[in-house]
Each structure stands twice: as structure tokens, then as C-alpha cells.
């Protein structure tokens, strides 16, 4: 069932001007920072929650934002993953303050790097690591790599898939199958159709034809995609792409920034994915910026023997001053060793589930046709009666402007939701009363959208 807009619209009017009317603050700065920042936000994609501008933060702990119109708020959205350990983990700060205190970054490895090199290891079954700041860089080196020991100068990826600003991957498949620039791509350095091919998510047949030209070094995907919605593998379909890779000589490449949500070893460990490279960021350090790409005995041995005919290896377009940083690395070992932790997943997977539960059961009281999917400790609703398969059927699924409406409708009662996606994630902090705020939240906006029905 479509929401006719002429219901849809006066609801979001009222809740813009609730918005309005219990963030002032906000407000006020908001029109100061127009004067000195582009949009009036540090980055653009800030001013995209769905109020009139965006909340200015007080302070965050837990799963808790606290907002400078003294507003709380249970937060679902935890910085698109970057704070899945909760705001501020204490274990974490910890260990920041300790190792600020004895140097941020030396441009010199400490034993830190070596506990957390073996604890990826021990989560992912990838024997070598490297550390970098961001998920996309740790994208951008893994394509580098692969194309420098496989000679070979394409990449492939998934419809609709998101790596982080990584130039290679801004493309859909094109009306004749062929790989096309997506519209919203800003300057490209050249057409991604060139360095590109691309598949749909799920379709077996289109990867092998694909792959057969045999210019691929490398397939990069995320084990399920996330950034258009969850959309899982079929059955069977994550084998087809390992067997497939493998016969074209193409390298795997497995990005679990967002899908380590499966556990404590991403859906890599949970499902025993076998990747040739894996990238990883965001949430690994409690949110201080650090990343890491893991790679097979096979791949490390290949790397290090072009390494070791490199007279100078920090030019190769792999790098980064700060990567490997002092302070990065020990947020990563307290994330991992104190926050991050095999129980917390177990608590959080069951809480995804409770909220997931939560969401179904209002859509089946309202009878509205639409879908919930989960994601270990991560879920989303979808505008369909059944879960899209691939990128391009998320897409056309999408409904903004009622996605707008449910994400409004639960900020001003204090829940964020994921203001992309209709998602939410739990961390190690989050509680069942807070899921079940959730539930209250989107029952009372189900029942406003299907009134008088
Ligand atoms: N990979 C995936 C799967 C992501 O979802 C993102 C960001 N949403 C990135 C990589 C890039 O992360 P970052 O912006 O921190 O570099």
C-alpha cells in the first residue's frame, strides 16, 4: 500500500514545526554556522537528517546523544557504525588518554600494532595486516594491491554498492548491461566505466560474463550490501562468487566496515568466507579514526616481493603520515580486547533481533505490506512486501519522502535512526527499554500514517 501523500504531507508539516518549536538551539546555531562552513555543517551529508537542520550535539555516552536544547536521545544511528561500540566507551578512553599522553604518532610501530595485527587474525582468518585511517583508504589500498600483483587494471563491483569514496565504485548497470557513472558521482578523475565493471548483487550469470574478460584484479564487496538497505546474498550466491573469482584469477576482496554487525568476526567468520583480501573500519577503534585490510598468506607473499624491489615504498600511492598512528592503535586494542567482545555481540545480535521483532509486529497490526531484514546486531524496514534482491530493486524501493516522515517522527520523540536508511544498530550499550522506545515510536506514526484508513 502506497501512503497517499495527501496524508503524508500534513503529518510532516506538523512534525517540522514540533521540530522547530523543541530545537531552538539547534536552530540559532545552525544560522551561525552558515556563515563560515559550506552548508553549515562540517560535511555536506549533515544537513541531510530529516528535521530543518541538523541537531547540534552536546555531548554522547553510550547509546545516549544528549543535544544543546537538553534533549536525550537513544541512538540507533550510531555515527553510520563509527560509534557501533557506543558513545565514548570507557575502555576506550582510556586508552586514548594513556597514549596521547605518550605520543600520538611516531612514524614508528608499537607492540600495540602487533595485538591487534594477531587479534584480526584470530576474528577474520587473514594471517597479515596493514593499518590505515578510513575504510575507504583501506579500500583504495586493497584495489591497489590487487591490481599491482594481478596486472590487471579493472575492478568489479555490486550495483549500488557504497566503499567509501573509492573512485572506482560510483556506478549502476547500465540499460545494456555495460557499467554507467551514477549521477551523483562529483568530479570524477575519469569515467568509472573505464576502470569498472559491474554486476547486480545476486546475479551469478552476470558475474562469470564479467569476469571472463578476464581485466579484473579485483571483486570488492561487502558480504551483504548495506548501503542501500540490507540486502543479503541468496543462497549459495556467496560460494558462486568465490569459485567464480577463483577461476578468473580475480582477487575477492570482503569490506566488513558495516557488516561485522554479524559478529565478532564479520560475516567473513560467521558464514567461513575464504576472502583474498578484507577491509575493515569505522567502528574497530570506538571511533577514533583507524582502519585496517587483512590478505592471505598468497597475497602477502606476492605484495612483499614487489615490496622488496622497491627501493623507496612510501610513494606507491599506499600510505598515509598518520596511518598506523600510536593512538589509533591502542584505541583499536581497547575496542577490540574490552568493548567489541564475543558476549557483546551475543547481546547486541539478540537485541537486532528484539527490534526487528518490535518493527514486524506493528507492521503486521497496521497492515502495512512492507518488510524488516536484520543483520545480526543491525535491521532495517523496507516500503515492499518482500525484501529487494539486488541494488537496483532497493533502489526503486526507496520512498524518501515517507522515510523522511518515520525518521522526523522519531527524532522529536528521542530515537535517531540511521538518517540514510531506515536502520538501526545496537552497541554494546543499548538496552531493551531502548529498543522498545523504538517500537512505541514507530507504532504511534504506523497508526498516524494508516488513520482512517
Ligand atoms: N565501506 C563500507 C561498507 C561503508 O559503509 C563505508 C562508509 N559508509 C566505507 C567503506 C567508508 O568508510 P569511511 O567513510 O569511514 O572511509
Known amino acids: 500500500m502506497d501512503i497517499p501523500r ?191 565493471r559491474v554486476v547486480e548483487w545476486n546475479d551469478a550469470s552476470a558475474l562469470e560474463r564479467e569476469l571472463s574478460h578476464g581485466d579484473v584484479a579485483c571483486v570488492l564487496a561487502e558480504p551483504a550490501l548495506t548501503n542501500i538497505g540490507i540486502v543479503l546474498p541468496s543462497e549459495g550466491f556467496h560460494s558462486q562468487l568465490r569459485a567464480l573469482t577463483r577461476a578468473a584469477g580475480s582477487l575477492l576482496v570482503i569490506d566488513e566496515t558495516h557488516t561485522i554487525c554479524a559478529g565478532p568476526g564479520g560475516y567473513t567468520k560467521a558464514y567461513g568466507l575464504g576472502p583474498d583480501l578484507l577491509t575493515i573500519g569505522k567502528a574497530i577503534a570506538g571511533g577514533v579514526p583507524a582502519a585496517c585490510y587483512g590478505m592471505s598468506a598468497e597475497v602477502a607473499g606476492r605484495v612483499q616481493a614487489r615490496l622488496d624491489d622497491m627501493a623507496v615504498t612510501d610513494v606507491g600511492g599506499i600510505g598515509g603520515t598518520l596511518s598506523g598512528n600510536a593512538l589509533s592503535l591502542a584505541a583499536m586494542r581497547a575496542t577490540l580486547s574490552e568493548v567489541l567482545t564475543d558476549d557483546a555481540f551475543e547481546r547486541m545480535i539478540a537485541l537486532g533481533a528484539r527490534w526487528a521483532g518490535g518493527v514486524r509486529d506493528v507492521i503486521d497490526e497496521a497492515g502495512l505490506p512492507w518488510e524488516v531484514q536484520q543483520l545480526g546486531a543491525r535491521a532495517e524496514y523496507w516500503f515492499s512486501p518482500t525484501p529487494p534482491a539486488n541494488g537496483s530493486e532497493a533502489a526503486a524501493a526507496d520512498d524518501h519522502e515517507l522515510a523522511r516522515f518515520l525518521h522526523l517522527h522519531a527524532l522529536n520523540r528521542g530515537v535517531l535512526l540511521t538518517p540514510f536508511h531506515n536502520m538501526a544498530l545496537m552497541c554494546p550499550a543499548t538496552t531493551e527499554a531502548d529498543v522498545d522506545a523504538h517500537t512505541e515510536v514507530f507504532r504511534e506514526a504506523a497508526t498516524a500514517l494508516t488513520a482512517g484508513r
Open 6 to 196: 495527501s496524508r503524508l504531507r500534513p503529518l510532516m508539516a506538523d512534525e517540522l514545526r514540533r521540530f522547530e518549536d523543541l530545537h531552538p538551539r539547534s536552530g540559532s546555531l545552525f544560522a551561525r554556522a552558515r556563515d563560515s562552513m559550506l552548508a553549515g555543517v562540517p560535511m555536506p551529508w549533515m544537513a541531510e537528517w530529516a528535521g530543518s537542520y541538523p541537531v547540534f550535539v552536546s555531548s554522547a555516552s553510550g547509546a545516549r546523544v544528549e543535544d544543546v536544547d537538553g534533549r536525550s536521545y537513544v541512538d540507533l544511528c550510531l555515527g553510520d557504525t563509527g560509534a557501533m561500540a557506543g558513545h565514548s566507551p570507557p575502555a576506550t578512553v582510556a586508552a586514548v588518554a594513556s597514549a596521547a599522553s605518550r605520543g600520538i604518532t611516531t612514524m614508528l610501530p608499537t607492540e600495540d600494532s602487533i595485538w591487534v595485527g594477531e587479534e584480526m587474525a584470530r576474528r577474520f582468518g587473514l594471517p597479515s595486516w596493514q593499518f590505515c585511517l578510513t575504510a575507504t583508504d583501506a579500500n583504495r589500498f586493497a584495489i591497489r594491491l590487487a591490481r599491482e600483483i594481478t596486472g590487471r587494471p579493472k575492478v568489479l563491483v555490486f550495483a549500488w554498492c557504497y566503499h567509501g569514496s573509492v573512485d572506482e565504485t560510483f556506478v549502476v548497470v547500465g540499460p545494456d548491461g555495460s557499467a554507467r557513472m551514477r549521477e551523483d558521482n562529483m568530479g570524477p578523475p575519469v569515467d568509472p566505466a573505464l576502470t569498472t
